[in-house]
């Protein structure tokens, strides 16, 4: 199952590059993420594998991230496995203008169980919410950062 998500972030690309590419505001923006340790090769850097724990509805989720591009601030893609399926995400960031970015994140789900491939058959809809979820409350957290917000989030560190 392959779909693509785009949201317009009102900032500057560096500004949103910045936000995104810090792991310290993961749960910032992904309120069901419990933790996230890095595993194997340089964080952030193509290689880098990190586990990522997820907890919604009672239910805990734990998948591996691989990183596989990072091509910075135009593209990051990677990996993300856990049992029963595979995703990969490629997410591209376009200037629309000087103050203004367009994030397009291009998914593909392969299921290695049946049930979740039966899911993925009838509410495909459902995984593409998720996302575009996901990227609303990114765009909501990065458009709230003042000067003020963003000295915070680096002292967060």
């Not at 990227?135 to 950062?145: C, T, V």
Request: net charge neutral.
């Amino acid at each position: 199952m392959k779909y693509r998500c785009t949201i317009d972030i009102h900032l500057p690309r560096e500004r949103v590059i910045t936000l995104f590419d810090d792991p310290a505001n993961l749960k910032r923006w992904q309120p069901t993420l419990r933790s996230f340790e890095a595993l194997d090769g340089k964080p952030g850097s193509v290689g880098a594998r990190s586990k990522l724990t997820y907890k919604k509805g009672g239910r805990e989720m734990v998948m591996t991230e691989t990183i596989t591009v990072r091509d910075l601030p135009e593209r990051f893609a990677g990996t993300y496995a856990m049992d029963g399926v595979d995703n990969t995400v490629d997410n591209r960031f376009t200037a629309v203008d000087a103050d203004t970015t367009r994030w397009d994140a291009d998914v593909e789900f392969k299921f290695t169980n049946p049930l979740l491939t039966l899911l993925g058959w009838v509410v495909p809809g459902m995984f593409k919410k998720q996302t575009q979820e996901f990227m609303r409350l990114f765009k909501e957290f990065a458009e709230s950062q003042t000067d003020e917000g963003m000295e915070r989030t680096r002292m967060d560190r």
